[in-house]
């Protein structure tokens, strides 16, 4: 099969399409035909080996990504499953998370994989695993009628998502992004939105219930001064390439550990967990009309290193998604 794979740390021009063996399910997994995948800011971390210090984490190598194979977030129909699949089964149209996912086929536990929602294209559904479930589990339980939240990165993947929930949870929404996704968030349901590049949202003197930020570009104090005394911080910043960093947002994350136990607001590092439960939730989410993927520009598979190009240098709005399987 073919899929874009990397044998050292680099720029996009590590990235390559080649010719690899077609991954065999174990028993716990199912084998997915890929129609479309999605980027993350997780996949140029782990294509740079960024920060350094994630070096040290189970999830990197000390030279080279341990996974061969690009991606995570992909979209497409069930080929084939392991002995011990019991919701899934060939011919579904599926979505879900797992390494590897920029190829013609990926092998994915299936308590990572769940039900594709029927009227998403699969561009759109690929767009979804790992932007909303971050977006959910960030604002579930956490914002609700009349409660003020400001979200800084709300144009980009998981800030699209985010823009969408805390305006069905029913929160008032602030939003920051640039000057030209100023309409796009709007349109997803901001009340409000600040464009960095004319204000600062720190700055201004409002103050919000919660504070979700998506960028990981602004110090703790900065954060800590756009909250109510008893408002919740929630962190959860994928950082700004860069071509190389020692901490990067880690730094802030950090920091924030450090403080939590001395300051009256309560700080979150989220960490998020994929998982069935959460897509299964989401689907129904997006069915409903509730969430909408928002989609910037598609590439096909041999151009995913341009796409990994563009996520990284152009600060691309919502999700950039790969086509992989274009039918049938």
Not at 43 to 67: E, N, Q, T
Not at 248 to 262: T, V
Request: aromatic share 6%.
């Amino acid at each position: 099969m073919k899929a874009i794979v990397q044998h050292r740390y680099g720029s996009p021009d590590e990235l390559t399409l080649a010719d690899v063996d077609t991954p065999v399910p174990a028993a716990d997994e199912v084998l997915v035909r890929v129609r479309a995948a999605s980027l993350n800011a997780r996949d140029w971390h782990l294509m740079r080996g960024d920060p350094y210090v994630a070096r040290l984490s189970p999830d990197f190598g000390r030279r080279a990504p341990k996974a061969l194979i690009r991606g995570s977030d992909f979209a497409g129909t069930v080929e084939a499953v392991g002995s011990d699949v019991t919701r899934l089964r060939p011919g579904d149209d599926v979505y879900g998370e797992s390494d590897g996912a920029l190829a013609e086929y990926v092998s994915a536990p299936e308590r990572r994989v769940a039900r594709k929602p029927d009227h998403l294209t699969f561009e759109q559904a690929a767009a979804m695993p790992l932007a909303a479930t971050t977006a959910l589990q960030g604002l579930r339980g956490r914002v609700g009628p009349g409660q003020s939240l400001l979200i800084n990165g709300a144009s980009g993947g998981v800030g699209t998502f985010a823009v969408q929930l805390a305006h069905a949870y029913g929160a008032q929404v602030t939003a920051v992004c640039s000057t030209r996704n100023v309409e796009l968030v709007r349109s997803l349901g901001a009340d409000h939105v600040v464009d960095y590049t004319r204000d600062d949202a720190f700055r201004a003197g409002r103050r919000y219930d919660v504070v979700l930020d998506l960028v990981g570009n602004r110090s703790l104090r900065d954060l800590r001064r756009a909250l109510t005394p008893d408002g919740t911080l929630v962190l959860s910043g994928g950082g700004v390439s860069e071509g190389g960093s020692l901490f990067g947002p880690i730094g802030l994350l950090l920091r924030s550990k450090l403080a939590a136990p001395f300051v009256r607001h309560r700080i979150v590092a989220l960490s998020t967990s994929p998982g069935a439960e959460h897509l299964d939730t989401l689907r129904e989410l997006a069915e409903a009309g509730t969430i909408v993927p928002a989609v910037d520009r598609t590439y096909p598979l041999p151009a995913a290193a341009d796409a990994m190009r563009y996520l990284e240098g152009e600060h691309a709005r919502a999700k950039v998604v790969v086509t992989v399987h274009a039918g049938g």
